[in-house]
Every structure is written in structure tokens, then in C-alpha cells.
């Protein structure tokens, strides 16, 4: 019996095509002791390899050549090679720093994210897709690798010469090559394998070290640091690296130490065997037992006259309550058939818990720490005017990632603040303490301005309007996190900072819209997930919270309503309709006096 062959999932001739390009690059050879020779016409098959990829997957909206390069091992096998060989002083050499550079354009579309909902989706997609996630997750772990030869410090030397040159001088080939390498770190902190422990090849703390150890961190806090004044149009790209980097991880948890994370475990352990056992104690009061299965059947009126309904089992005899609620039990549910809703990409998710190893939470935390010193208000001061342009680069995910990271980075500030004063309490230095009770909050000054809650206010108002749960949750937990630190600044030690705080929350509940947002999103909660749930009680417990503390201070708070405004011009809109009206009846009556003669 003969078995026919399965079609090829790619067209022959493109394969041919793309594996002659990949074997004429380069190889491996026994002459040379195992090392990576490039082939005579190298750069050129990598001009090549670069135009089959935009011409052929990118125009036809196809994915057959990453899948030929992906089985033809090109990047393990070619690029990693050729990167990893290119010497620290490879910058002199033209010809390699042309291959090095086109090694990267090839590696950033190949590791770029799958962004493609159902829709959009293709027979060509949906047999190619499995397969390139897959793929991209072993370029990950290579990249990532510690033997893979400084894959990323060597991307990072690939741009230095570009980042060295003043912006106002810099060409639009030094932009393209600093975006490049911004969005290769981008794509390799997105890339994710499901179910891979915290410690795995491709997990957020393998990232987080790679970065740490191969000075991306630190490129990053150079680009962060001056952005407006030498960085222009990376803030975006920068945004996203940050958002990836830091989604799901706790602040709370990155600055506690060994001994203080071992003691919050244990101390969730003992919570949730306690609520366990709780459970387990409420369900024996009605447990079932030995002889509880004797026929017992009962009648309970009901409210209309001559219908009665049964109820079985020995506890419906407890009481009335009961037995009506074992009733009640015995009804079936119509679920409501719901409306089919878009597939959020997994990708943008920030609400499911990361765990970092202990070496990760050390470098990340010294990275946070820094960022907040140096970076955090130049970058967020410049992504703010670029949303309110509303520049090209701007896309809608961005302003979501731009409120979730003010507020990761405003708790990690509080959290901060608060371990250094528990641990100036304990210390019996003086003048440490007494200079950090006179540390102001200038470090996050730049979200704490009208024109940032005017364009949360925005943002809020439009996500509740169109029903975007996830871009209202974000908003949320930013609002949340913008009320607490000014609560801290109304208790801080300086005039300045308590003068501040008093003119924003002024500012926050003179509104009456405000106070009607909050009250709209904790009234449109039904199915968006716990982590929404969470958001949207905490900021209505500290906005309440808040506003008690400070009416209490302030007897004489005054809110003002929209409503009423409305009403008054509506009535003055009338009046003065009323009046033209009588005046055009007036001159209509004289005209009819005037022409019948009775009026001179």
C-alpha cells in the first residue's frame, strides 16, 4: 500500500530559492576548527534574504520565507554566528559593520511579535503561525543564552556610533540604526513561552538578567535620561520595552529582601490554608451524614392560592429559610447568550502575576531605582506632549502602557520612600533621617501636572464610553496611584509639597464629573476579571477615603455641578426665546396696523 505525501506547507520554489540564499551565506567547516566562515558574497545574500522577507511575507500578507528560514536554522545557525565573531574593534572594518547591521534587520523581523486577531487571519496564517512562535521562542533562548558570545552587547556596539552623535547632526540612517536595536531588546522582552517557570531559558528573569549583564539597562537609562534634549522619536519604543519589562511584576515584592519575600509567602501559605479550612468548616455544618438519606418529602405554599411546591431531603426540616432555599436550588438558569467580544491580545495583558528570581529582583530593582533618580521625568514629560499631539508614532496601545507605567512607577516610588523611612527609623543616625524627611517629590513631579489629569480625565471618559475595560482598568490603577501619593505629599514635612497637594486635590473634587466617573465604573463591573475588580474597589475605597479626610479639613468644599450650569442656560436660552418671540409678534401687529390704517 502506498501512502501519498503530504503537501508541503511552502512553495517549492520559494524554498529553493531561500535555502540557496542561506547555504551560500556561510557554514561551519572542519579546516577552520569548527568556526563560522562567511561566504564570498555575504552581505549580498543577506540584501537578499532582507528583500524576500519585505517583498514576499510582508506585501503578498504571507509567512512562507520566515518559515523556510526558520527550518533552515538562519538565525542559531548564521546570525548568532556572525554577531557573536565580530570583534570589539570591528567598528573600523566597513565591510563587517555592514554585515553585523544587516544580521540585525533580518533578526528584528524575525523575532517581531504575532499581532493577528481571527479576523485578520489567513489559511497561510493559521498553518504557518504555531510553528514561527515556536521558532521564535528558540531565537529567544539563544539570543538570551550566556555562551551565545554577547549577542545583545554587540548589538549595543552596533549602536554606539550613531547614539554618539549629537541629534541635530545625526542622519536618518543613525535614527533607523538606534530604532533597530531598540526594537530587537522590544521584541525579545515580548516573546514568551506559556507555562515556563520563573527560571527558564526564556522567562522574564533570564531577560531581565541577559539585559543586566550585556548593558542594555544601562542604554536604556542613557536614552531615558535625555530624551527631549539628544532622543526625539525613540520614546515609544522605549515605552513599550518598559511596559514588557515590568508588567505583573509587584512593586512591593521587587523591594523587599530574601528574608522579607520568604516571610510574605509563608504569610500568603498561612492565609489561604486558613480560608481553606473556613471552606471546609462551613461546608460540615450541612455535610451530609449516615442516615440523612431517608425519604422525607415536604409541601411549601406558595404565594398564589392552591400551588404548592416539594422539597426533599431531611435538612429542608431545619427551618423555613432553608427549605425555601433548597427551592431555590432546584431551578434552572437560562444563561444569557452574550455578545461575542474581540480576542484582547495576550500580549498587552498587565494584570497576571510575574515571580522573579532573586538575582533578577536585585539588578531590576537597582535599574528602577536608578530610573526613578534620572529618567522617569524627562521620558514621561516627553510621551505626554507626543499623546497630546497625537504624533504619528502614537498608536492607541500606547497611551494604556503610558498610565499603567505612571502608575507602576508612582507605587514604586511610595514603596520607595516608605522602606527607607522604616529603615532610617531603625538606624540611629539622625542627620540621615532628618535628610530624608526633607526629600521632596520632585523625582515624579512631571505626572502630578494639570495637563496629565487632563488627559487621564480624557482617556477615562472615552475608554468607560466605548466599554474598553482594559484601557479603563489602566486609567484606574494610575488615578488610584496619583491620589495616594498626593495623600503622602499632604503629609510630608514640606510647605511646598503640602501646598501642592492641597491644589490637586482641590482641583481633583471641586469636579462633580469626577466624582460621577467613579461611581459609573464601579457600577459598570460585570464579567472584565478580577484584576479589574481589584482596581476599580481600591481607587473607589481611597477616593472616598480621601475626600472624607479632606471635607473634614475643608467645611466650606464646594463642588461644582454641571447639572445646574445646564439648567441655568437652558432657562436663559428659553427666557431669551421667549423674548424674540413676543418682539416678532409686536412688529407683526404694527405691520397689520400700519397697512390697515389704523396705525400712523
Same mark, same amino acid.
Given at each position: 500500500m502506498e501512502f501519498e505525501e503530504a503537501p508541503s506547507p511552502v512553495d517549492p520554489e520559494v524554498r529553493a530559492y531561500v535555502y540557496s540564499l542561506v547555504s551560500a551565506l556561510g557554514g561551519t567547516g572542519t579546516d577552520e576548527d569548527g568556526h563560522y566562515i562567511l561566504g564570498d558574497d555575504a552581505l549580498a545574500c543577506l540584501k537578499d534574504l532582507k528583500k524576500w522577507l519585505k517583498l514576499y511575507d510582508e506585501k503578498a500578507n504571507r509567512l512562507d520565507v520566515a518559515r523556510c528560514l526558520a527550518e533552515a536554522n538562519l538565525v542559531e545557525g548564521?546570525?548568532?554566528?556572525?554577531?557573536?565573531?565580530?570583534?570589539?574593534?570591528?567598528?573600523?572594518?566597513?565591510?563587517?559593520?555592514?554585515?553585523a547591521l544587516s544580521c540585525l534587520e533580518l533578526l528584528v523581523p524575525l523575532t517581531w511579535p504575532m499581532e493577528k486577531n481571527d479576523s485578520q487571519m489567513t489559511v497561510n496564517h493559521h498553518r504557518h503561525v504555531p510553528y514561527i512562535q515556536l521558532a521564535q521562542s528558540s531565537y529567544k533562548?539563544? =539570543?538570551?543564552?550566556?555562551? !551565545?558570545?554577547?549577542?545583545?552587547?554587540?548589538? =549595543?556596539?552596533?549602536?554606539?556610533?550613531?547614539?554618539?552623535?549629537?541629534?541635530?547632526?545625526?542622519?536618518t540612517r543613525d535614527e533607523g540604526i538606534i530604532k533597530?536595536?531598540?526594537?530587537?531588546? &522590544?521584541?525579545?522582552?515580548?516573546?514568551?513561552?506559556?507555562?515556563?517557570?520563573?527560571?527558564?531559558?526564556?522567562?522574564?528573569?533570564?531577560?531581565i538578567?541577559?539585559?543586566?549583564?550585556?548593558? =542594555?539597562?544601562?542604554?536604556?537609562?542613557?536614552?531615558c535620561s535625555n530624551m527631549g534634549e539628544d532622543f526625539n522619536t525613540q520614546d515609544m519604543v522605549i515605552l513599550e520595552l518598559l511596559f514588557h519589562l515590568l508588567k505583573g511584576v509587584s512593586p512591593e515584592k521587587l523591594f523587599m529582601d530574601q528574608a522579607q519575600l520568604q516571610k510574605h509567602g509563608s504569610n500568603e501559605l498561612g492565609a489561604l490554608l486558613a480560608k481553606e479550612k473556613n471552606m471546609h468548616r462551613s461546608y460540615?455544618?450541612?455535610?451530609?451524614?449516615?442516615?440523612?438519606?431517608f425519604g422525607t418529602m415536604i409541601w411549601v405554599k406558595r404565594d398564589e392560592p392552591g400551588k404548592v411546591s416539594t422539597v426533599s431531603g431531611q435538612d429542608s426540616l431545619k427551618d423555613g429559610q432553608h427549605a425555601l432555599s433548597k427551592m431555590d436550588q432546584s431551578k434552572k438558569w437560562n444563561r444569557p447568550k452574550q455578545r461575542s467580544r474581540e480576542v484582547e491580545k495576550a500580549n498587552d495583558r498587565f494584570d497576571v502575576p510575574v515571580t522573579l528570581?532573586?538575582?533578577?529582583?536585585t539588578h531590576l530593582r537597582a535599574f528602577i531605582e536608578e530610573f526613578l533618580d534620572s529618567g522617569f521625568?524627562?521620558?514621561?514629560?516627553? =510621551?505626554?506632549?507626543?499623546?497630546?499631539?497625537?504624533?504619528? &508614532?502614537?498608536?492607541?496601545?500606547?497611551?494604556?502602557?503610558?498610565?499603567?507605567?505612571? !502608575?507602576?512607577?508612582?507605587?514604586?516610588? &511610595?514603596?520607595?520612600?516608605?522602606?527607607?523611612?522604616?529603615?532610617?527609623k531603625k538606624s540611629k543616625n539622625n542627620k540621615i533621617a532628618e535628610t530624608f524627611e526633607a526629600d521632596s517629590f520632585a523625582l515624579v513631579a512631571s505626572v502630578l501636572t494639570q495637563e496629565t489629569f487632563v488627559l487621564l480625565n480624557r482617556f477615562m471618559q472615552d475608554r468607560l464610553d466605548m466599554k474598553a475595560w482594559r484601557e479603563v482598568n489602566a486609567g484606574t490603577m494610575c488615578f488610584t496611584q496619583i491620589l495616594l501619593i498626593v495623600q503622602d505629599m499632604a503629609e510630608s514635612s514640606l510647605e511646598e509639597d503640602q501646598e501642592i497637594a492641597e491644589n490637586i486635590q482641590n482641583r481633583i473634587f471641586y469636579e462633580e464629573t469626577t466624582h460621577d466617573r467613579i461611581i459609573a465604573i464601579l457600577r459598570g463591573y460585570?464579567?472584565?476579571?478580577?484584576?479589574?475588580?481589584?482596581?476599580?474597589?481600591?481607587?473607589?475605597?481611597?477616593?472616598?477615603?480621601?475626600l472624607e479626610r479632606y471635607a473634614r479639613e475643608n467645611v466650606d468644599l464646594q463642588v461644582r455641578s454641571k447639572r445646574r450650569a445646564r439648567k441655568k442656560r437652558k432657562q436663559k436660552a428659553a427666557a431669551s426665546f421667549q423674548r424674540r418671540r413676543c418682539r416678532r409678534r409686536c412688529r407683526q401687529r404694527r405691520r397689520w396696523r400700519i397697512r390697515n390704517g389704523r396705525c400712523s
Amino acid at each position: 500500500m502506498e501512502f501519498e505525501e503530504a503537501p508541503s506547507p511552502v512553495d517549492p520554489e520559494v524554498r529553493a530559492y531561500v535555502y540557496s540564499l542561506v547555504s551560500a551565506l556561510g557554514g561551519t567547516g572542519t579546516d577552520e576548527d569548527g568556526h563560522y566562515i562567511l561566504g564570498d558574497d555575504a552581505l549580498a545574500c543577506l540584501k537578499d534574504l532582507k528583500k524576500w522577507l519585505k517583498l514576499y511575507d510582508e506585501k503578498a500578507n504571507r509567512l512562507d520565507v520566515a518559515r523556510c528560514l526558520a527550518e533552515a536554522n538562519l538565525v542559531e545557525g548564521d546570525l548568532l554566528e556572525i554577531l557573536g565573531a565580530w570583534p570589539e574593534d570591528g567598528t573600523e572594518d566597513k565591510v563587517k559593520l555592514k554585515i553585523a547591521l544587516s544580521c540585525l534587520e533580518l533578526l528584528v523581523p524575525l523575532t517581531w511579535p504575532m499581532e493577528k486577531n481571527d479576523s485578520q487571519m489567513t489559511v497561510n496564517h493559521h498553518r504557518h503561525v504555531p510553528y514561527i512562535q515556536l521558532a521564535q521562542s528558540s531565537y529567544k533562548r539563544a =539570543v538570551l543564552d550566556s555562551q !551565545s558570545k554577547t549577542i545583545l552587547r554587540t548589538a =549595543v556596539r552596533i549602536g554606539l556610533p550613531s547614539i554618539a552623535i549629537p541629534m541635530s547632526e545625526r542622519t536618518t540612517r543613525d535614527e533607523g540604526i538606534i530604532k533597530l536595536i531598540l526594537y530587537l531588546f &522590544r521584541n525579545l522582552s515580548i516573546i514568551s513561552t506559556t507555562g515556563e517557570s520563573k527560571e527558564g531559558p526564556t522567562s522574564r528573569s533570564a531577560t531581565i538578567e541577559a539585559f543586566h549583564h550585556q548593558d =542594555v539597562l544601562a542604554l536604556i537609562l542613557t536614552i531615558c535620561s535625555n530624551m527631549g534634549e539628544d532622543f526625539n522619536t525613540q520614546d515609544m519604543v522605549i515605552l513599550e520595552l518598559l511596559f514588557h519589562l515590568l508588567k505583573g511584576v509587584s512593586p512591593e515584592k521587587l523591594f523587599m529582601d530574601q528574608a522579607q519575600l520568604q516571610k510574605h509567602g509563608s504569610n500568603e501559605l498561612g492565609a489561604l490554608l486558613a480560608k481553606e479550612k473556613n471552606m471546609h468548616r462551613s461546608y460540615a455544618k450541612n455535610a451530609p451524614s449516615r442516615h440523612n438519606r431517608f425519604g422525607t418529602m415536604i409541601w411549601v405554599k406558595r404565594d398564589e392560592p392552591g400551588k404548592v411546591s416539594t422539597v426533599s431531603g431531611q435538612d429542608s426540616l431545619k427551618d423555613g429559610q432553608h427549605a425555601l432555599s433548597k427551592m431555590d436550588q432546584s431551578k434552572k438558569w437560562n444563561r444569557p447568550k452574550q455578545r461575542s467580544r474581540e480576542v484582547e491580545k495576550a500580549n498587552d495583558r498587565f494584570d497576571v502575576p510575574v515571580t522573579l528570581t532573586n538575582n533578577a529582583n536585585t539588578h531590576l530593582r537597582a535599574f528602577i531605582e536608578e530610573f526613578l533618580d534620572s529618567g522617569f521625568n524627562p521620558l514621561f514629560n516627553h =510621551v505626554r506632549r507626543a499623546i497630546e499631539r497625537e504624533a504619528d &508614532r502614537v498608536f492607541e496601545i500606547h497611551t494604556q502602557q503610558f498610565f499603567y507605567l505612571i !502608575s507602576w512607577f508612582l507605587e514604586a516610588e &511610595r514603596v520607595r520612600r516608605q522602606k527607607k523611612h522604616e529603615a532610617e527609623k531603625k538606624s540611629k543616625n539622625n542627620k540621615i533621617a532628618e535628610t530624608f524627611e526633607a526629600d521632596s517629590f520632585a523625582l515624579v513631579a512631571s505626572v502630578l501636572t494639570q495637563e496629565t489629569f487632563v488627559l487621564l480625565n480624557r482617556f477615562m471618559q472615552d475608554r468607560l464610553d466605548m466599554k474598553a475595560w482594559r484601557e479603563v482598568n489602566a486609567g484606574t490603577m494610575c488615578f488610584t496611584q496619583i491620589l495616594l501619593i498626593v495623600q503622602d505629599m499632604a503629609e510630608s514635612s514640606l510647605e511646598e509639597d503640602q501646598e501642592i497637594a492641597e491644589n490637586i486635590q482641590n482641583r481633583i473634587f471641586y469636579e462633580e464629573t469626577t466624582h460621577d466617573r467613579i461611581i459609573a465604573i464601579l457600577r459598570g463591573y460585570k464579567d472584565q476579571g478580577f484584576g479589574y475588580l481589584d482596581s476599580c474597589t481600591e481607587l473607589s475605597h481611597v477616593f472616598l477615603r480621601m475626600l472624607e479626610r479632606y471635607a473634614r479639613e475643608n467645611v466650606d468644599l464646594q463642588v461644582r455641578s454641571k447639572r445646574r450650569a445646564r439648567k441655568k442656560r437652558k432657562q436663559k436660552a428659553a427666557a431669551s426665546f421667549q423674548r424674540r418671540r413676543c418682539r416678532r409678534r409686536c412688529r407683526q401687529r404694527r405691520r397689520w396696523r400700519i397697512r390697515n390704517g389704523r396705525c400712523s
